[in-house]
């Protein structure tokens, strides 16, 4: 099986677990510790938050402040347009922030979110039928 696991920086591990909670995540415990908490979005997909000290330890390179510069950017693909605005809502009330104003076009809805950390989600609803007859 192919997975993927995004390692992401964090300065306080509860609060941005909590966030990625908000967001529909769920933590598996066998990759959770005290230094990092692996948050499950798919089978194929995890993001494992990782405590600065812990980070530190393993990367040798000077840590980016994404609440100062831009990064890498994700996207979550989400089932229809009153899903893109509830998890959004949720996300702010755990602790994340809005970037940029809600993109609604006829065939896709995006609301981008920054977690604590200022890592950037764009939660996404894509009507597959009417993107293709677009053109």
Known sequence: ??????????ENL??????YEAL???VNPIFTDADQKCMVWSEQI???????????QHVKKPRANFQEVS???????LENQLQVLELFQQGIDAGGKASGPILDESFMTLRSIEDPDGHLWGLMYLNREKFEQRN
């Open 71 to 77: 990064g890498p950017s994700f996207t979550l693909p």
């Open 24 to 26: 529909g995540f769920t």
């Open 1 to 10: 099986m192919k997975q993927l696991f995004l390692n992401l920086p964090s």
């Open 46 to 56: 995890y993001v494992m938050l990782q405590a600065f000290s812990f980070t530190d």
């Open 14 to 19: 509860i609060k941005s677990q909590a966030f």
